[in-house]
């Protein structure tokens, strides 16, 4: 079954600094990657998804994502954080090649913005 | 907001008893899959179903079951109710069962 990994549960960063959000995918066969944000007593909210298309993903709220085969890796950054940006992350796969559309998550990432 | 509805947004029950949640997803949408959101497991697929017909299945506990009605529409039913059952469960639809998929906000259950 396809998983992902999220390196490090809690990150906090200055106002204005790159967001750097960490996720690791085991498959062999590339899957589609999706990144959400979840903000404190709402539902989760697509950030951005991989699909096959482009490596480098552009999604919303100034977010992005590359996505490296070669380190099977789907990091998300954001050049500039805002205080807004503060919420828990997860990155998710599905494998679409095996008829398989649920969605696996990561076990979160919580972001905290200092001023 | 994702035009995903779930009621209830909060529910507090005994130990032993029965829950119905509820999930209208988007116009259109015929895809509705269910999740469970706890401290200690994280986020959990429980079930698909699309168009009426379950797809999928995850961890999902015997003493739960859910069905797709239909005008699409979903119901989680939760039965003997255990402490352990207190988390968040979410409902997410899409189009196809392929397509992207939408959250709703959530329900909130707590067994005391």
């Known amino acids: 079954a396809q998983s992902v990994t999220q390196l490090g549960s809690h990150v906090s960063v200055s106002e204005g600094a790159l967001v750097l959000l960490r996720c690791n995918y085991s498959?062999?066969?590339?899957?589609?990657l999706f990144w959400y944000v979840q903000y404190p007593n709402q539902g989760l909210q697509l950030l951005l998804k991989?699909?096959?298309?482009?490596?480098l993903v552009k999604g919303i709220n100034g977010f992005e994502a590359e996505f490296k085969k070669s380190e099977t890796s789907f990091h998300l950054t954001k050049p500039s954080a805002h205080m807004s940006d503060a919420a828990e992350y997860f990155c998710?796969?599905?494998?679409?090649?095996?008829?398989?559309?649920?969605?696996?998550f990561g076990a979160g990432t919580t972001v905290t913005v200092r001023a | 907001d994702s035009g995903v509805t779930q009621t209830p947004k909060h529910l507090i029950t005994a130990t032993g008893q029965r829950v119905t949640l509820r999930c209208s997803p988007r116009?259109?949408?015929?895809?509705v899959y269910w999740y469970q959101q706890s401290l200690d497991q994280g986020l959990q697929f429980l079930i698909q179903?699309?168009?009426?017909?379950?797809?999928a299945k995850g961890n999902i506990l015997e003493r739960f079951s859910a069905q797709q009605f239909p005008d699409l529409h979903s119901e989680l039913n939760l039965s003997s109710l255990e402490l352990g059952d207190s988390a968040l469960y979410f409902c997410?639809?899409?189009?196809?069962?392929?397509?992207?998929?939408?959250f709703g906000q959530g329900t909130r259950l707590t067994v005391v």
């Open positions: 116009s259109g949408d015929l895809s």
């Open positions: 498959s062999s066969v590339p899957p589609y």
């Open positions: 997410a639809s899409s189009v196809w069962a392929n397509t992207e998929a939408f």
């Open positions: 991989y699909t096959s298309a482009a490596t």
């Open positions: 998710a796969v599905s494998d679409p090649h095996r008829g398989d559309y649920k969605l696996s």
């Open positions: 179903y699309y168009n009426g017909e379950e797809r």
